[in-house]
């Protein structure tokens, strides 16, 4: 069942929820304990991020599935409540969503398709998704933005500006904030932005073709517009009955997801930057269908991230931490040794294949981050930025590691690796 909820968009309305939203959490962090009370406190912060939709909605999709995102002691009721906002989030009224697609398609929605399921069967941060069917035959999925969404965006985008100016006041100068927020703000930007989000899925079906393991749904790309997006409907099992399968059908999942995430970086030279377990459906025979490539960032290090990679792959510890420090960007001191250090930490998959990514693991891995960025105010002063085009990469540690870590199954990742990498003529 659907629950239509009003999308606050202007700027005051919105800050004031976040800041409600965070006096109440944060209390409730700090001084709950009694199960109840933090279970309606966790409802209530789904409610609230749900209402809000994009980026407040992205915020509670990471919490509900990253370990180490929230304490642990609270970590199973707010990852129950907040899964919900992966596949189920508020929706936006029939008479609007028929508004939307009309106007960007240029065409009554009866001629558009010869049936049309007014409910929608998913709704997330940016749209919410209908089952449909064109005329000749084929079942669709119909992804169309909720109406205002854009200019909620913009209002959060807005709020964070005031926030960054803040971190500049009181950050030592070689933090730039500014840049940091500019690039985040461009990565979400685009995923407002339908068309381009069907050429980056065509590029990503072009890529793994020939996979019997990887299905991307096609596009229609006369049914695309602005703020609408068709394809072809997939089916497949959530991340939580697939955690359920054997050993063996779950070590296949995690090589299939292993090369789909590492082939676009490495080969492809396009992450796909919301490695979130609602873009996957598990089929048969370790089959996956892959979903969802609005947000997708530039590998501006590719050549780099090989090398890197193709160090760990070989075991060698020198090649491997002269080719983190080059991708850093770092100039010694305190933050190049700690920095590579955690990168270190991060290929251990690699280094020690095969490996089980637990969700242990992956909690170290977020408090290393934590960890890292004390070194901002290291005395030697040697902390540097992270270079254009990686300040997303962290969502892949936490996010897709956090998705393996689900499966808890010992791969043999190199190998995976591997195998691709020479496929592709480089290793």
């Not at 992450?271 to 969802?292: M, Q, S």
């Not at 934590?370 to 105010?377: A, D, G, H, Q």
């Amino acid at each position: 069942m659907t629950r239509q909820k009003k999308l606050p968009e202007n700027r005051l309305g919105r800050l004031v929820r976040y800041a409600s939203l965070g006096a109440r959490t944060g209390a409730s962090l700090l001084f709950t304990k009694e199960e109840e009370a933090m279970e309606a406190a966790a409802e209530r912060a789904a409610e609230v991020l749900g209402t809000m939709r994009g980026l407040a909605a992205k915020v509670g999709q990471m919490a509900s599935y990253v370990d180490g995102f929230v304490p642990e002691p609270h970590r199973q009721a707010y990852e129950t409540a907040l899964k919900s906002l992966r596949t189920a989030a508020p929706t936006s009224s029939p008479e609007k969503i028929r508004n939307v697609v009309e106007e960007d398609l240029k065409a009554p929605i009866d001629k558009l398709f010869a049936e049309w399921e007014t409910e929608p069967f998913a709704s997330a941060s940016i749209g919410q998704v209908h089952r449909a069917r064109l005329e000749n035959g084929l079942q669709v999925a119909v992804k169309v933005q909720h109406p205002g969404i854009a200019k909620a965006i913009e209002s959060d985008f807005a709020n964070a500006s005031v926030i960054k100016s803040m971190v500049a006041t009181v950050a030592p100068k070689n933090v730039d904030p500014k840049r940091v927020f500019e690039e985040v703000k461009e990565r979400f930007t685009e995923e407002l932005d339908y068309p381009l989000e069907a050429q980056r899925q065509q590029f990503f079906i072009n890529l793994h073709k020939g996979d019997p393991f990887i299905h991307i749904p096609n596009v229609v790309m006369d049914r695309v517009g602005p703020r609408v997006l068709t394809t072809e409907l997939a089916h497949g099992k959530t991340l939580e009955q697939a955690a359920e399968l054997s050993e063996s059908e779950r070590r296949q999942y995690a090589e299939v997801l292993w090369r789909f995430v590492f082939k676009g970086n490495l080969v492809g030279k396009l992450f796909n930057a919301d490695p979130h377990p609602g873009n996957y459906l598990f089929g048969e025979n370790g089959k996956i269908t892959f979903l969802d490539f609005g947000c997708c960032q530039p590998m501006l290090h590719a050549e780099r991230a090989v090398e890197l990679h193709l160090a760990a792959l070989a075991g060698d510890e020198t090649r491997f931490e002269r080719a983190a420090a080059a991708i850093l960007q770092t100039r010694g001191g305190s933050f190049e040794k700690k920095a590579v250090a955690y990168t270190r930490q991060c290929f251990v998959p690699l280094f020690e294949t095969p490996f089980n990514i637990s969700r242990p693991y992956v909690t170290n891995l977020v408090g290393g981050i934590r960890e890292l960025k004390n070194e901002v105010f290291a005395k030697d002063k040697s902390f540097t930025q992270l270079p254009p085009g990686m300040v997303l990469m962290n969502r892949l540690q936490f996010g897709f590691y956090s998705v393996l870590a689900r499966l808890d199954v010992e791969v043999d990742y190199a190998r995976v690796e591997l195998n691709f990498l020479k496929a592709a003529g480089m290793a």
